[in-house]
């Protein structure tokens, strides 16, 4: 019942920016942890970013260090992820979840495509 609903993606130049959001009627994310994920085709979920519910902490996968930016609005139970910079390799669909453990469904996700 409880669906999560990630938006933004699209289709972009390398070098260019996306920004993601993620929210949920039913969950209530100020209380958790929460983090972006990705998935290209015939790759494993992936963890990209993470952040503590009072903004204070925060977390990046090597691979998108210093080019995305994770941000949220507990007030309107938003997660964002800021893309900059974006590569090819960044292609994949991006979900939301809590982290580190993910205690909602997988939503369906928002595709980025990064073309060179």
């Known amino acids: 019942q409880v669906r999560l609903v990630e938006s933004g993606g699209g289709l972009v130049q390398a070098g260019g920016s996306l920004r993601l959001s993620c929210t949920s009627s039913?969950?209530?994310?100020?209380?958790?942890?929460m983090g972006w994920y990705r998935q290209a085709p015939g790759k494993d979920r992936e963890e990209v970013a993470r952040?503590?519910?009072?903004?204070?902490?925060?977390y990046y996968a090597a691979s998108v260090k210093d080019r995305f930016t994770i941000t949220r609005d507990n007030a309107k139970n938003m997660v964002f992820l800021q893309m900059d910079r974006l590569k090819p390799e960044d292609t994949a669909v991006y979900y939301c979840?809590?982290?580190?453990?993910?205690?909602?469904?997988w939503g369906p996700g928002t595709q980025v495509t990064v073309s060179s």
């Open positions: 952040m503590t519910s009072n903004l204070r902490e925060t």
């Open positions: 039913q969950a209530h994310f100020s209380v958790w942890t």
């Open positions: 979840n809590s982290a580190p453990t993910q205690y909602y469904s």
